[in-house]
């Protein structure tokens, strides 16, 4: 555990990473990327502002909407005018007309022409056009949606998207408002489990450096989580906020809680927050896992099917995921156009990073987002969180993302399956791992059953724990910080983890 002045951060770490605990007043959690290479510097920064996803617009075009929503057009649709040019990057524009095509907001789409209102999100969902959450249905939430326009253009509609796209098999037992009030501590109640798993995720409507949660008790009022103890005593549950979200999955540690424990959570906040609260439960386990991947910069699939690398890398994680009984289940590939692959292929921060997950909003299906970028700053790959926002797209931790041409460079030196255990790594984070053992010989994670690998390991005193220091300590591990060994493994509580995921099939 380490600790520095500012803002405390506990990072969820990565290949060449560490975690650090930090602390000013109070112990605050945020979960941070996996850590890789160093980037390689053959390109010139874009100007400071360039993450604004209007950054690169000209300013002088209106749209010509003339509606904003149904209600708009008596009796008509809203719909996007499609007689008009693309325009990378502006709003939508939207007239009262018929329907464009067939399929009712919410349905899969690969054509704006294909939706009745002539919107598909990128992430291959119809949705209908907004002003807020009153214009939509029950269950959905009124957002900024990236529609494709042309090869080379990405423009943007308030559209409705559903709050989350559950599988079969999993149960959604609350979606509903909580506004905490600043600098406060809320009790956050979770309810008696009806299943053996739950998970509990906090969608906040804006940013706070001083939102986590700093312990869980049982309704009996037994301690299962201290965030102040994290590192040096085992928890028996850990929830690491990230961003926007806070997730609270049960279990995702050693302990099974009984069926009918409920548990309350002390939900600390900075500013005032409106945070929307969803609960879903799962019986069973999934057996498979489906994907959505989005090129962002990176080779696109050439006649429906994806680049050799991206196969390999698809195809590896299917032989990682068959080791635990899963498979990979259906792929969607979606090529993010125009400027906005320009300025989110290479991701300079953390806020970048959330900002590029948000572009899964509308994806309407339950899947995992997976964005291929071409370099991240400080990882070669990425999780939304630990977990992530796990059928729950349009948030900043709604996906992973990796690095993809640091990973292939990185390829010569690492085993054959390294494209597969990277993404298979990132896939862990993302349905509530975390690593076995960290860079400096912190350990966070509440799993027994993983190796843990001490400083006492550190053979050439750096204090980093590299592989071949940790061989039978927990090096061969999917989810070790890596770099990674040939042929890794789950343990049976990580196995349990994944197959309990709310986002498999
Ligand atoms: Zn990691």
Do not use: K
């Amino acid at each position: 555990m380490r600790f520095r002045a500012g803002p405390s951060v506990l990072r969820v770490v990565g290949l060449l990473g560490l975690w650090a605990l930090a602390g000013c007043y109070r112990t605050h959690i945020v979960v941070g990327p996996d850590a890789g290479p160093p980037t390689p510097d053959a390109w010139s920064p874009p100007p400071p502002d360039a993450w604004r996803p209007d950054a690169w617009a000209p300013d002088a075009f209106v749209p010509p909407s003339e509606c904003a929503r149904d209600l708009d057009c008596a009796g008509r649709l809203c719909v996007q005018d499609l007689s008009l040019p693309p325009r990378d990057l502006e709003l939508v524009p939207l007239h009262c007309a018929g329907p464009v095509g067939t399929l009712p907001p919410g349905a899969e789409c690969d054509s704006n022409a294909a939706c009745d209102h002539g919107m598909c999100a990128l992430a291959g969902g119809c949705v209908d056009a907004c002003l807020s959450a009153a214009d939509c249905r029950a269950g959905e939430r009124c957002a900024r949606v990236p529609v494709v326009t042309s090869e080379s253009s990405l423009q943007f509609a308030q559209g409705c998207v559903r709050w989350v796209d559950p599988p079969s098999g999993v149960s959604v037992v609350a979606n509903d408002t909580l506004t905490f009030p600043s600098f406060s501590t809320q009790r956050v109640v979770i309810d008696p489990l009806a299943t053996p798993t739950r998970f509990t995720l906090l969608v906040a409507d804006a940013l706070d450096d001083n939102r986590y949660v700093s312990s869980v008790a049982t309704s009996a009022g037994e301690t299962v989580f201290d965030a102040f103890q994290l590192g040096a005593v085992r928890q028996d549950l850990v929830v690491a906020p990230f961003q926007d979200h806070v997730p609270i999955l049960v279990p995702n540690g050693d302990r099974d809680f009984a069926l009918g424990t409920g548990f309350v959570a002390q939900l600390e906040t900075g500013a005032t927050t409106t945070m929307h609260r969803l609960v879903m439960d799962r019986a069973s386990a999934g057996s498979s896992v489906d994907v959505n991947v989005f090129y962002v910069g990176v080779a696109p699939p050439r006649g429906g099917s994806p680049p050799l690398e991206v196969r390999r890398m698809l195809d590896q994680l299917g032989v990682l995921l068959g080791r635990i009984e899963l498979r990979v289940g259906r792929e969607r590939h979606f090529v993010v156009p125009g400027a906005t692959a320009r300025t989110f292929e290479i991701i300079e921060s953390d806020a970048e990073v959330g900002d590029l997950f948000a572009y899964s909003a509308g994806a309407a299906r339950a899947a995992i987002n997976v964005f291929l970028i071409r370099s991240g700053f400080d990882f070669l790959g990425i999780a939304g969180g630990a977990p992530g926002a796990m059928v729950v797209h349009g948030t900043r931790g709604s996906g992973i993302a990796i690095g993809f041409e640091d990973v292939l460079s990185f390829l010569p030196m690492a085993p054959d399956d390294e494209l597969g255990t990277v993404i298979g790594h990132e896939m862990g984070h993302f349905v509530g791992m975390f690593h076995t053992t960290e860079i400096d010989g912190t350990v966070i994670e509440p799993l027994s059953d993983t190796p843990e690998c001490s400083l006492a390991q550190d053979s050439d005193g750096d204090g980093m724990l590299m592989p071949f220091e940790c061989d039978g300590f927990g090096a061969d591990n999917v989810m070790f910080w890596g770099p990674f060994q040939a042929a890794p493994r789950w343990s049976p509580r990580q196995t349990r983890i994944f197959q309990n995921a709310m986002v498999l099939q």
